[in-house]
C-alpha cells in the first residue's frame, strides 16, 4: 500500500510581530479574542436592553 | 440620476480602473500575473481580503437583510476571528512554505493529483455558480437607476468585469481594491449619516432603537440551541467558524490575496485585521437597514421596493387591483403613523400606559400592511411564479434613489460598483488561475511556458465570466442574495475544510481514503440540504466532520486490507 506522505514538521512559529506593545503571536490572538468577546457583550447588552 | 452623479460615478470607476491596468501593464509572468508581485503590505492585503469578500451584494443586500430580519444576521460572522486566527497560525505557514500558487497544489503535495482535482473542482463549482450572483447585484441597481432590462444589465455588466480581470490580474486586483474600498467606505458613511439626519426631528437615539426593538429588529443576539433558527448565537460561532474557516481558508479568491503578502507576518496582520473589523463592519451595514426601517415607519414606503414587479402587476393583473392593495397599504401605514406619533408624545410626557397601547396599535397597523404586501404578492405569483423572490434587495437602492440628494446618488452607485469590481476581479482571476495551475498545467500541458500560462489564464478567466453571466441570468429566483451566496457556500465548503483538515492534522490518512470520503459526504450534504430544515450554517461543520470521521475510518479498513495482502504476498 502507498504509504500517504506526511506534512513536513512546522517550524517554530516567528514570535517578532513588529508591532510595539505585542511581541508575539500569542499576544495578537488574544487581543483578537478578547476584542470579540467584548463585542458579543455589547451586542448582547443591546439586544436585552431594547428588545 | 443627474449629469453630477455620472460624473462621480463615471470618474472614480474610470480613474480605479485605467489606474490599476496602467500600473500593471505588460506582465507576462505567471507568478506575478496569479499572485502579484509578492510585496504586498499588511494593511493593503488587510483590505484586499475585505474587499474580495464584501461584494455588491454585502452593501446591496445586507441593508435590506436588516430592514426584513433585524440584526440577528451578524451572528453569522461570530466565528471569523476564531477561523482567521487557525487560518494565520497553522494553514498561511504551510502555504507559504510550500510557495504554491493555488491552495489545492497543498492537496496534491500532500496527497495526490486526484484529491487535488476534487478540491479544484469543489472550488470552480461553488464559486462559478457564486459568482453568478456577485454579478447580479450590479445588475439589479443598474436596472432600478437606469429601467433597463435586468438581463441586457447583468450581462453588460459582467462584461465590463471581464475586460477589466482578464487585463489586470491578480497584482491589478490587490492594486485597485485599496481605492474601490475607499470609494465604498465613503459612500456607506455618507449614507449611514443622511438616513439619521432624515429620521423625524423629536426622535431621540433612545427612541430610534427602542421602536427598532419593539418591531424585534434590535435581536443581535439569539442564544436558542433550536438547530432550525437560521442565525443564533451557537450556529453562529461553531457553524460560522467551520463555514468562515473554509471560505478564508481554501477558497482561492481569497488564499491567493494573502499569499501576495511580501512576508508571513503580513499576512498574518492582514487576516487579523479582518478579524477585528469585520463584525463591527457588518453590525452598522445591518444597523443601516434597521435605520431605513425605523425611517420607512414614519414616511410612507412603496407597496413593493422592486419597481419593476409594481409594473409588472399592472400589466398582467390589473392597474386597479394594484392601485387597490396600494391604497390598502398607504392607509393602513398612515393609522400607524398616527399611532407612532403619538407614542412618541406619550413616551416623552412619561405616560408609560399610553406609550404602551399606543405601540401596540402601531404594531398591529404594521403587520396589517404587511398582509397587504404578502397578498399582493401572492396574486402577483399567481400570474408568473417567477416573480415571487421578496424585493428585500431593492430596499437600499429604493431609498437611495428616492430620499438621497444627487451627487451622493452617484457616489453610493459608484460604491456598488466598486464593491462588484473588486470580488468580482478576484473571484475570477482565482477561477482563472486554479483552473490553468490545477488542470491545464496539471494535466493537459505540463511544459507550459509562463507566458503560455498568463494567456492561457486570460481565457479560462473570461470562460468563467461567461459561466457566472450564465447563473445570474437566473440569479432572480433566490429569496435573498447575501444569504443565497452563505447557503450555496454551505454545501459545499465543508467537504472542502474536510480535505484540508485532513491534510494538516491527520498523517495517517492517504489520497484513496480521503477522496472517496469527500466524495459520499458531499452527496451526504446535498442529500440533508434537500430533506432537512436545520439552519445552513451546519453544514460546513457537518461537511467537514463526516469527511474526517469517514477517511479515518477508511484508511483504517484499507491499512487492514493492505496488511493482509502484504502478509499473503509474503
Keep these: 500500500m502507498k504509504r500517504p506522505r506526511a506534512v513536513k514538521s512546522i517550524a517554530p512559529e516567528a514570535d517578532d510581530t513588529g508591532l510595539p506593545w505585542l511581541r508575539t503571536w500569542k499576544g495578537v490572538y488574544l487581543v483578537v479574542i478578547l476584542h470579540f468577546v467584548l463585542w458579543v457583550t455589547l451586542l448582547v447588552a443591546l439586544t436585552d436592553f431594547f428588545s | ?570
Design chain 2, 1 to 570: 440620476m443627474s449629469a453630477l452623479d455620472f460624473v462621480i460615478l463615471i470618474g472614480s470607476m474610470l480613474g480605479i480602473a485605467i489606474y490599476g491596468i496602467w500600473r500593471t501593464r505588460g506582465r507576462r509572468e505567471l507568478n506575478t500575473y496569479l499572485k502579484g508581485d509578492s510585496k504586498t503590505a499588511w494593511f493593503a492585503i488587510g483590505l484586499s481580503v475585505m474587499a474580495t469578500q464584501a461584494s455588491a451584494i454585502t452593501f446591496l443586500s445586507t441593508p435590506g437583510q436588516g430592514y426584513l430580519g433585524g440584526l440577528g444576521f451578524v451572528q453569522i460572522y461570530f466565528g471569523l476571528p476564531i477561523a482567521l486566527i487557525i487560518i494565520a497560525a497553522v494553514f498561511l505557514p504551510i502555504f507559504r512554505r510550500l510557495n504554491v500558487y493555488t491552495a489545492y497544489e497543498f492537496l496534491g503535495w500532500r496527497f495526490d493529483t486526484k484529491t487535488r482535482l476534487l478540491g479544484a473542482v469543489l472550488f470552480l463549482l461553488q464559486r462559478g455558480l457564486g459568482a453568478g450572483l456577485t454579478i447580479y447585484a450590479p445588475s439589479i441597481v443598474l436596472a432600478t437607476v437606469f429601467g433597463w432590462p435586468l438581463n441586457l444589465t447583468i450581462i453588460s455588466s459582467g462584461l465590463v468585469v471581464i475586460i477589466y480581470t482578464v487585463m489586470g490580474g491578480s497584482s491589478a486586483v490587490t492594486l485597485t481594491q485599496k481605492y474601490q474600498l475607499a470609494v465604498i467606505f465613503a459612500g456607506m458613511v455618507t449614507a449611514f449619516c443622511l438616513v439619521v439626519m432624515k429620521l423625524p426631528a423629536g426622535l431621540t437615539f433612545t427612541d430610534t432603537f427602542a421602536l427598532a426593538g419593539g418591531f424585534q429588529k434590535i435581536n443581535a443576539v439569539n442564544f436558542s440551541t433550536n438547530i432550525h433558527e437560521r442565525y443564533t448565537f451557537w450556529s453562529g460561532l461553531v457553524g460560522g467558524t467551520f463555514l468562515m474557516l473554509a471560505y478564508f481558508g481554501t477558497d482561492q479568491s481569497q488564499v491567493q490575496r494573502y499569499l501576495s503578502g511580501a512576508s508571513l507576518r503580513e499576512g498574518r496582520l492582514g487576516l487579523m485585521f479582518n478579524a477585528v473589523c469585520k463584525i463591527p463592519m457588518q453590525f452598522c451595514i445591518l444597523l443601516l437597514g434597521v435605520l431605513i426601517f425605523v425611517f420607512y415607519l414614519f414616511e410612507q414606503p412603496p407597496l413593493f421596493f422592486n419597481a419593476t414587479l409594481s409594473q409588472y402587476f399592472a400589466e398582467h393583473r390589473s392597474d386597479q387591483q394594484l392601485h387597490a392593495y396600494e391604497m390598502d397599504f398607504n392607509s393602513i401605514h398612515t393609522q400607524a403613523n398616527r399611532q407612532l406619533e403619538d407614542w412618541l408624545k406619550a413616551r416623552h410626557g412619561g405616560d408609560r400606559s399610553a406609550a404602551t397601547a399606543a405601540f401596540a396599535a402601531a404594531l398591529s397597523a404594521h403587520k396589517q400592511g404587511e398582509k397587504i404586501r404578502e397578498e399582493a404578492a401572492k396574486a402577483l405569483s399567481a400570474v408568473n411564479s417567477r416573480t415571487t423572490a421578496t424585493d428585500a434587495d431593492y430596499v437600499f437602492i429604493t431609498f437611495i434613489l428616492q430620499q438621497l440628494p444627487h451627487g451622493v446618488i452617484g457616489l453610493l452607485v459608484a460604491a456598488f460598483f466598486a464593491a462588484a469590481l473588486s470580488s468580482k476581479a478576484a473571484e475570477l482571476n482565482a477561477l482563472g488561475s486554479c483552473t490553468t495551475v490545477d488542470f491545464y498545467r496539471q494535466i493537459i500541458k505540463r511544459d507550459a511556458t509562463d507566458t503560455h500560462c498568463v494567456a492561457v489564464s486570460k481565457w479560462f478567466t473570461a470562460f468563467w465570466g461567461l459561466v457566472a453571466i450564465s447563473f445570474a441570468l437566473y440569479a432572480h429566483l433566490v429569496e435573498n442574495l447575501i444569504q443565497a451566496v452563505n447557503i450555496l457556500g454551505s454545501i459545499f465548503y465543508g467537504v472542502m475544510l474536510g480535505l484540508f483538515v485532513v491534510a494538516f492534522f491527520i498523517r495517517r490518512v492517504g489520497g484513496t481514503a480521503v477522496f472517496w470520503s469527500a466524495l459520499v459526504s458531499q452527496t451526504l450534504v446535498f442529500v440533508l440540504y434537500f430533506t432537512l430544515t436545520i439552519s445552513y450554517l451546519w453544514y460546513p461543520l457537518i461537511g467537514c466532520a463526516a469527511c474526517v470521521i469517514l477517511s479515518i475510518v477508511l484508511q483504517t479498513f484499507l491499512n487492514g486490507a493492505g496488511e493482509k495482502s502484504e502478509m499473503r504476498e509474503t
